[in-house]
């Protein structure tokens, strides 16, 4: 099993390890009592950041995962109820995935870029990030403005994307999408002289095996998408009249 910690500082090795920048911090939400995780990531030095893209990169740990990662699958469900051998709840194969939020950001630098142009852009950085990513499910853009001398300017340039880790699946990533039936193993014990009881077998996930190797494809993936937005804003910007 993998815990909060480890999911963390599998993320954080990866990301140094490939030479990018990190900035983590961690904090228990009092409110939900979910322990969260973010960390900005970006290339170059520190002192350049304001200047360069950047990446945040996000999630949260609730309680469920803290069972599952103490107890395994049992640990699902005596989350919900009295454990029970015939119950669903001990398959994890139907658990919702964890979701990683990454937020890249760009300063535009109030550079006057006319409307249609702005779509352009917007549309350009999606796609070169999209095909720079092989983890994300959805990739979102979006311009910040800023209000100078009652006009309207382009402050920094957001692009949003999602990553799903299935880290309680039993099939890993390979089962994210996989919508079919499993085929559920089971065995016979005798609880009697002439009676049999069949005894289903729990399926255990074991992310530890494929997360350390996912963890390098999404870091891999934030930087192609950091240096995609820096070799794509410029290109398109540059002829555009400063205000």
């Given at each position: 099993?993998v815990?909060?910690?480890?999911?963390?500082?599998?993320?954080?090795?990866?990301?140094?390890?490939?030479?990018l920048?990190?900035?983590?911090?961690?904090?228990?939400?009092?409110?939900?009592?979910?322990?969260?995780?973010?960390?900005?990531?970006?290339?170059?030095?520190?002192?350049e950041?304001?200047?360069?893209?950047?990446?945040?990169?996000s999630?949260?740990?609730?309680?469920?995962?803290t069972?599952?990662s103490?107890?395994?699958a049992?640990?699902?469900?005596?989350?919900?109820?009295?454990?029970?051998?015939?119950?669903?709840?001990?398959?994890?194969?139907?658990?919702?995935?964890?979701?990683?939020?990454?937020?890249?950001?760009?300063?535009?630098n109030?550079?006057?870029?006319?409307d249609?142009?702005?779509v352009?852009?917007?549309?350009?950085?999606k796609?070169q990030?999209s095909?720079h990513?092989?983890?994300?499910?959805?990739t979102?853009?979006?311009?910040s403005?800023?209000?100078?001398e009652?006009?309207?300017?382009?402050?920094?340039?957001?692009?949003?994307?999602?990553?799903?880790?299935?880290?309680?699946?039993?099939?890993?990533?390979?089962?994210?999408?996989?919508?079919?039936?499993?085929?559920?193993?089971?065995?016979?014990?005798?609880?009697?002289?002439?009676?049999?009881?069949?005894?289903?077998?729990?399926?255990?996930?074991?992310?530890?095996?494929?997360?350390?190797?996912?963890?390098?494809?999404?870091?891999?993936?934030?930087?192609q998408?950091l240096?995609?937005?820096?070799?794509?804003?410029?290109?398109?910007?540059?002829?555009?009249p400063?205000?």
């Amino acid at each position: 099993m993998v815990t909060y910690e480890e999911m963390t500082e599998l993320f954080i090795k990866a990301a140094r390890d490939l030479g990018l920048a990190t900035h983590p911090e961690f904090w228990l939400n009092t409110r939900s009592m979910e322990r969260e995780f973010s960390c900005v990531c970006h290339t170059g030095s520190c002192e350049e950041e304001e200047t360069r893209s950047s990446c945040l990169a996000s999630f949260s740990w609730g309680v469920l995962d803290t069972a599952l990662s103490n107890d395994g699958a049992t640990g699902t469900c005596e989350f919900f109820h009295d454990a029970d051998q015939d119950c669903a709840h001990l398959h994890t194969s139907s658990l919702p995935p964890l979701i990683v939020d990454l937020s890249y950001s760009l300063a535009l630098n109030g550079t006057a870029i006319p409307d249609d142009a702005l779509v352009s852009l917007s549309q350009l950085v999606k796609l070169q990030a999209s095909e720079h990513s092989r983890r994300t499910t959805e990739t979102r853009p979006a311009v910040s403005m800023v209000l100078r001398e009652n006009r309207l300017y382009p402050e920094v340039l957001n692009l949003q994307q999602r990553v799903e880790l299935p880290i309680w699946h039993p099939a890993g990533m390979s089962g994210l999408h996989d919508n079919s039936d499993t085929e559920e193993e089971s065995i016979q014990i005798q609880i009697g002289d002439n009676e049999l009881e069949h005894l289903l077998l729990v399926d255990e996930p074991h992310p530890e095996d494929w997360l350390p190797e996912t963890m390098i494809e999404v870091c891999e993936d934030i930087m192609q998408v950091l240096a995609a937005l820096e070799t794509t804003v410029p290109a398109n910007s540059s002829d555009c009249p400063q205000s």
